[in-house]
């Protein structure tokens, strides 16, 4: 079946960094969305992307659907402690979503 | 509007035990969908239902059966727990864009010893 990269798989934050991870995969999809995980929780949509090339902002986050349709990445700026969670990449393959692994965001201490 | 909400929130069962997950949703969307959540594996489909009437395999099926009431809700059934189903389950919905844009409720955390 289809199959997303994602990474990094964890990554270390610093209040006021910049954060980037993105998703990779060899089918093409239509859509791409990014959700966010807190703990004991269910996934939140951030961003929906459905153009090849497109990028969408929400606030500090900025998302870009690839142009070869097989990628996408997640910028948050400037980040801030409750940025911390789960990062989910997901793609659109039919009418069914494929989930990446996620990355786990962590405030360094 | 309560969004997607599911019963229980945790759950704890013996081998060989059989419960019933639920989900409800008023938004009237028409596509809804089972999911569960392993460490370090993402999110992994079970059953949707497009739409009221229908049900289709996920990814990951076996050991499980779904029930599409209504428009509203959607049940998961474990009919003999084995403690591979040990896992958080979410249930999510979503609109007019179909599979686009699904909207989670706060997941069932089903432990099976």
């Known amino acids: 079946g289809q199959q997303l990269n994602q990474s990094p798989q964890s990554m270390f934050i610093q209040e006021g960094e910049d954060v980037s991870m993105n998703c990779t995969s060899s089918?093409?999809?239509?859509?791409w969305l990014w959700y966010k995980q807190d703990p004991g929780e269910g996934p939140v949509l951030l961003i929906a992307?459905?153009?090849?090339?497109e990028l969408t902002s929400n606030g500090r986050l900025t998302a870009q659907f690839g142009i070869t349709r097989k990628d996408s990445f997640l910028n948050i700026s400037a980040s801030i402690p409750s940025d911390v969670g789960i990062y989910f990449c997901?793609?659109?393959?039919?009418?069914?979503?494929?989930f990446g692994a996620g990355t786990i965001l962590r405030v360094k201490s | 509007n309560a969004g997607v909400t599911q019963t229980p929130k945790f759950q704890v069962l013996k081998t060989g035990q059989s419960m019933t997950l639920q989900c409800a949703q008023d938004?009237?969307?028409?596509?809804m969908y089972w999911y569960r959540q392993d460490p370090g594996m993402g999110l992994r489909l079970i059953y949707y239902?497009?739409?009221?009437?229908?049900?289709d395999k996920g990814e990951v099926p076996n050991g499980y059966n779904v029930s599409r009431l209504n428009k509203r809700e959607f049940s998961l059934r474990l009919e003999s727990a084995a403690p591979s189903q040990t896992s958080v389950y979410f249930c999510?919905?979503?609109?007019?864009?179909?599979?686009?844009?699904?909207?989670f409720g706060p997941g069932t955390r089903l432990t099976v010893l």
């Open positions: 999510a919905s979503s609109g007019e864009r179909g599979g686009n844009e699904q909207f």
């Open positions: 089918s093409i999809f239509n859509t």
């Open positions: 992307l459905y153009k090849a090339g």
């Open positions: 997901a793609g659109l393959y039919g009418n069914k979503l494929v």
């Open positions: 938004m009237n969307h028409n596509s």
């Open positions: 239902s497009a739409s009221e009437g229908t049900t």
